[in-house]
């Protein structure tokens, strides 16, 4: 019996969850689809979930604007979902949903495959926005026990993710904020207004954003010689438990999906 899942958002076009998954159930040998869903309105996302508990789906990703319905609609949560306040990644089982996040995962990850030598450990980290990849972020680094700072226009917004995260995430809008960093997290959808000019030598830069792989935050950083990393690493980075959820096996490291990633984008390897 084929295994059916997908990924859900509004807009869904651009995503690149189909070609990943796509590529990991062919190299995998499944029986399994991964396909596209687009529901217009919130009560068509409810109505998706309805048939996952009918059976027709084994789980969905879960992307902008129904992260938090999906955590809201679900039965069961992991922590992680509950503190991160969404979920990208529904499971149907038997007539129920259980919900996760992976995306902190994910960030984690690329941050391994891409700036190894970083420790967060007792270190400043920095993030750019108060918003649902915010929080996931500001989760996973504080979890790694970094010590967090939301920096964000809106102060409450912030302020409200520095009460839900915990101890460990501080509030600032300060330039002093960015001094001690070992990293700055842009988690925002609009390129930031940062000078990286003041940034220590060393500092990680990362993007959340991959289109275009190498957005004006990253190219400033490389042009100042800092190591960076790009959001195609933490999408990769969160769909590899969310693979692993899903099908009940562990994505075939033979596959190269990244270089799959950057040919449906129109970038170099």
Same mark, same amino acid.
């Given at each position: ?60 990703? $879960? ?5 938090? %319905? =999906?955590? #809201? @609609? &679900? ?7 509950? *503190? /991160? ?40 980290? $920095? ?5 649902? %990849? =915010?929080? #996931? @972020? &500001? ?7 970094? *010590? /967090? ?121």
């Amino acid at each position: 019996m084929t295994i059916r899942a997908g990924v859900a958002g509004r807009p869904i076009g651009h995503s690149l969850s189909p070609a990943i998954h796509g590529a990991w159930i062919e190299a995998a040998g499944l029986d399994a689809h991964y396909g596209a869903h687009e529901p217009v309105d919130e009560d068509a996302f409810v109505d998706l979930l309805r048939q996952g508990r009918s059976g027709a789906l084994a789980g969905l990703n $879960v992307t902008a604007p129904y992260k938090e %319905a =999906a955590l #809201a @609609a &679900a039965d069961q949560a992991t922590e992680t979902a509950r *503190a /991160v306040g969404a979920a990208n990644l529904l499971l149907f089982r038997d007539g129920r949903i259980q919900a996760d996040s992976t995306d902190g995962e994910g960030l984690m990850l690329a941050l391994a495959e891409q700036a190894p030598g970083l420790s967060v450990l007792g270190q400043a980290v $920095v993030i750019l926005g108060a918003g649902g %990849a =915010a929080r #996931a @972020a &500001a989760h996973a680094l504080a979890q790694a026990g970094a *010590a /967090v700072r939301i920096v964000n226009r809106t102060a409450q917004r912030a302020e409200r993710l520095a009460a839900d995260i915990g101890p460990a995430v501080i509030v600032s809008r300060s330039p002093e904020a960015f001094g001690d960093a070992v990293l700055v997290v842009n988690a925002l959808s609009a390129p930031p207004d940062l000078d990286v000019g003041p940034l220590e030598t060393g500092t990680v830069v990362m993007d959340m954003t991959y289109r275009p792989l190498v957005t004006p935050l990253l190219a400033a950083a490389q042009a100042r010689g800092l190591p960076t990393v790009d959001g195609l690493a933490m999408l990769i980075g969160q769909a590899r438990p969310s693979f692993r959820a899903l099908f009940g096996v562990e994505p075939p490291p033979a596959v190269d999906v990244r270089a799959r990633a950057l040919s449906i984008l129109g970038e170099a390897p």
